[in-house]
């Protein structure tokens, strides 16, 4: 049986990050993708022109019309937009029996916020308890917990931090600090420093939705949360590798890179 995976995130029209990235991923690590999408960004590789979030009802809609008839092994939630739809994501993950990673996405790469101020009290009393695992960049643990991680030695409290919100998990990623790409994975008992060499790749739009997507995938073929983070950190970092230019800006993760022979 081929899992289901859901994707409950915005769309990107460059195709880089979010409902496109993700896609992407779950095709390349063989399940089947499906998406709830939240908002439409304009967006291309010198960042985002213009964004609309969907109204609830859309959002509710498309969820149910997946889960009910289709059933999902995993959920990856990201860009959010609002406080209202924060809340109906979390409300529909946290009634789904599938693990659930969380993804609160932010700001943008260039610096275009995907999710209003207003949205970061639902993040942390609705969104984060229903998470099996949450992935924060550092700028998102700052917004949401106002822990500053300048050093992997403090990724640790930043972890702690996070955990207070209720995910089962956390992965603090640390693709914004200087040197090797080092993401910490913890429960609160167990943890698990990855480490992958920093590729000096300019082209690395949609690394965060690429791992989120990969972990849930992972989760829905079985694997422990460990195992899937593993296994996605392996693909996320041999796609930055591969990352190609695209028009004028910062190009896109290669989501393909395991296939290609001919290039
Ligand atoms: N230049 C890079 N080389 C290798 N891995 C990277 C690089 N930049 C980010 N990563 C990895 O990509 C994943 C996403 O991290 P990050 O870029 O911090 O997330 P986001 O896209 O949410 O800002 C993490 O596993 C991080 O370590
Ligand atoms: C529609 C949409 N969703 C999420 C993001 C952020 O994606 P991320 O993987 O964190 O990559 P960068 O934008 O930081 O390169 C997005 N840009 N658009």
Redesign the pocket.
């Known amino acids: 049986m081929i899992p289901n995976v859901l994707t409950v ?4 029209s460059g195709g ?4 496109q ?1 993700d896609l992407k991923t779950m095709l390349a690590l063989g399940v089947h993708g499906m998406s709830v999408v939240t ?1 439409v ?1 304009a ?1 291309n590789s010198l960042g ?1 022109q213009g964004a609309w979030e969907l109204p609830v009802e859309a959002v509710r809609a498309q969820y149910r019309s997946v889960v009910d008839d289709i059933g999902v092994q995993a959920v990856k939630t ?2 959010l937009a609002s406080a209202e739809l924060v809340e109906a994501v979390a409300e529909l993950i946290a009634g789904t029996n599938a693990p659930a990673v969380v ?1 609160p ?1 932010g ?4 610096g ?1 916020a ?1 999710l209003a101020a207003s949205a970061l009290d639902a993040v942390r009393t609705k969104l984060l308890p229903a998470a099996t695992v949450a992935t924060p ?1 550092l700028d998102e643990v700052a917004q949401i917990a106002g822990v500053r991680v300048e050093s992997e030695r403090e990724m640790r409290a930043a972890a702690a931090a996070v955990l207070e919100y209720g995910p089962r998990w956390v992965l603090i990623k640390g693709g914004h600090l200087p040197g090797d790409a080092v993401d910490l994975l913890t429960d609160g008992s167990e943890e698990h420093w990855l480490r992958a060499p920093r590729h000096d790749n300019r082209h ?8 989120a997507s990969a972990i849930a995938s992972g989760l829905a073929k079985g694997r422990s949360v460990p195992e899937a983070v593993v296994e996605a950190k392996e693909y996320v970092t041999g796609a930055v590798a591969a990352g190609f230019a695209l028009g004028g800006g ?1 190009g896109p993760v290669d989501h393909g890179w395991r296939f290609r022979t001919d290039v």
Request: charged content about 10%.
């Open positions: 995130a915005g769309s990107d880089g990050a979010g409902i990235a908002a960004t967006q985002v990201g860009m993804d996405v700001v943008s790469k260039h275009d995907l960049n690395t739009h949609g690394t965060g939705c690429t791992l910062i």
